[in-house]
């Protein structure tokens, strides 16, 4: 597992909301180092991706990217807090409520940026926690302005006006109570819904472009600095994962494995899991989103775990079958070792030298299993093994979040 303790740097404590500043003897698990933004990324990353973005569109261009909403399990029970991953591919920002524009200019620079956000709010933040001023937002995140999200749609609605191309996402509209705009990412009390509303509806379709894409294919390359956390991510999981196989016995809830798994990587410095886990015993293993995890380890099972941890924004995702009691019976190894030969094989076309896509590595892993099931016994029709015993694809990319979009058809590369 890798090393998570984080050495001693320069650090200081300060008043305002933003927590990488906020260091304890520095090793706090969230400690960052002087250059970085977030832990284990640095400002100047931040800020290459707003300029290879910027620098992607054609004159005239002008981006808006808006915060997730705080979602709510009931009444104003509110669930922990995370930021929708596009917003914080681009700002580092980790406040809800908030929003970024980009004007492409001809600066050096190539643009001018404003973040809008709440601000200070000492009686909001007597419940909430710490917000950050809007001084330090812009010298943080190196915006060239910082102001009020109530200032956002009087802001949007003058600057949409002034290019050619504006480049923001737009939720499809699902039912009345779902507007088509960006209200939905933010809380009722920070502006008018209608509001959002008719500054977005007011764009005509040859002037309002998708961003979601152009970043989808910028986050599909992973830096240095976001290999490692990444690589830290999945030992964190891999390690969780390995012990909370040793802790399985029979008779035990899959919502205890499930929650030993989660307890582990914490205890490792992961933030929160990426995904709710599937910890499926028995027969449960057949049902691909199982996530009830409700049921008793029974003798001779055996278990299906598909989970992962997020650390420091980045996703791990691991998925590993094995016996409850620890010992395969002999027909749970047999089918194990097939499919187990399947991976490894697969494991090794994962090079960009094979110059194979995602698409292709599934269609051989699909051959693969057909050969490897019919060595022992299982009598498939065409048609089989796709539609009863492989419905699911072989995988998805991960990054921020566990299924970020990418073309199956994109060839692997290092």
Not at 79 to 90: E, G, I, N, T
Not at 117 to 133: C, F, H, I, L, M
Not at 285 to 290: F, G
Request: proline share 7%.
């Amino acid at each position: 597992m890798a090393n998570l303790s984080f050495s001693p740097t320069p650090t200081f404590v300060s008043p305002f909301g933003w927590y990488t500043l906020s260091v304890v003897n520095g090793r706090h698990p969230i400690a960052v180092k002087r250059d970085e933004l977030t832990p284990g990324i640095p400002a100047e990353e931040y800020e290459r991706r707003r300029k290879a973005l910027i620098d992607s569109l054609p004159p005239n261009s002008v981006v808006v990217s808006v915060s997730a909403p705080i979602k709510y399990m009931s009444g104003s029970i509110f669930y922990k807090y995370r930021q929708a991953s596009d917003f914080w591919y681009l700002t580092g920002f980790e406040e809800p409520d908030s929003a970024v524009i980009l004007e492409k200019n001809s600066t050096s620079r190539g643009y001018r940026m404003t973040i809008f956000s709440v601000g200070k709010d000492p009686a909001k933040e007597q419940w909430d926690g710490a917000r950050t001023n809007f001084q330090d937002v812009a010298t943080l995140f190196k915006a060239d302005h910082a102001q009020s999200i109530n200032d956002f749609p009087a802001q949007l609605r003058s600057l949409i006006n002034l290019y050619s191309n504006v480049f923001v996402d737009v939720q499809p509209r699902r039912g009345v109570r779902s507007p088509k705009s960006l209200l939905k990412y933010l809380s009722p009390a920070v502006a008018p819904r209608s509001e959002y509303d008719s500054i977005l509806e007011s764009l005509s379709n040859s002037r309002r472009k998708p961003l979601a894409p152009l970043l989808a294919r910028m986050r599909a390359t992973k830096s240095e600095h976001e290999q490692r956390i990444m690589r830290a991510a999945a030992d964190i999981s891999g390690s969780a994962l390995a012990k909370t196989m040793r802790f399985t016995r029979p008779g035990i809830p899959e919502s205890a494995l499930a929650a030993h798994f989660e307890y582990l990587c914490c205890l490792s410095g992961s933030q929160r899991l990426a995904y709710v886990p599937v910890v499926a015993s028995g027969p449960n293993a057949l049902i691909i989103h199982y996530t009830s995890n409700n049921h008793v380890v029974k003798e001779d099972e055996m278990i299906l775990v598909d989970a992962g941890c997020e650390y420091n924004g980045y996703a791990s995702d691991l998925t590993r079958t094995y016996p409850a009691s620890g010992t395969f019976t002999a027909p749970q190894k047999e089918l194990y070792s097939v499919v187990l030969s399947v991976q490894k094989a697969l494991i090794q076309m994962c090079t960009e030298s094979h110059r194979l896509n995602l698409y292709e590595l599934h269609r051989k892993s699909c051959d693969l299993l057909k050969q490897g099931l019919g060595q022992i016994g299982f009598q498939l029709r065409t048609g089989d093994l796709e539609r009863i015993l492989y419905p699911h694809f072989l995988g998805h990319p991960i990054g921020i979040g566990k299924s970020p979009p990418i073309q199956l058809i994109d060839y692997l590369a290092s």
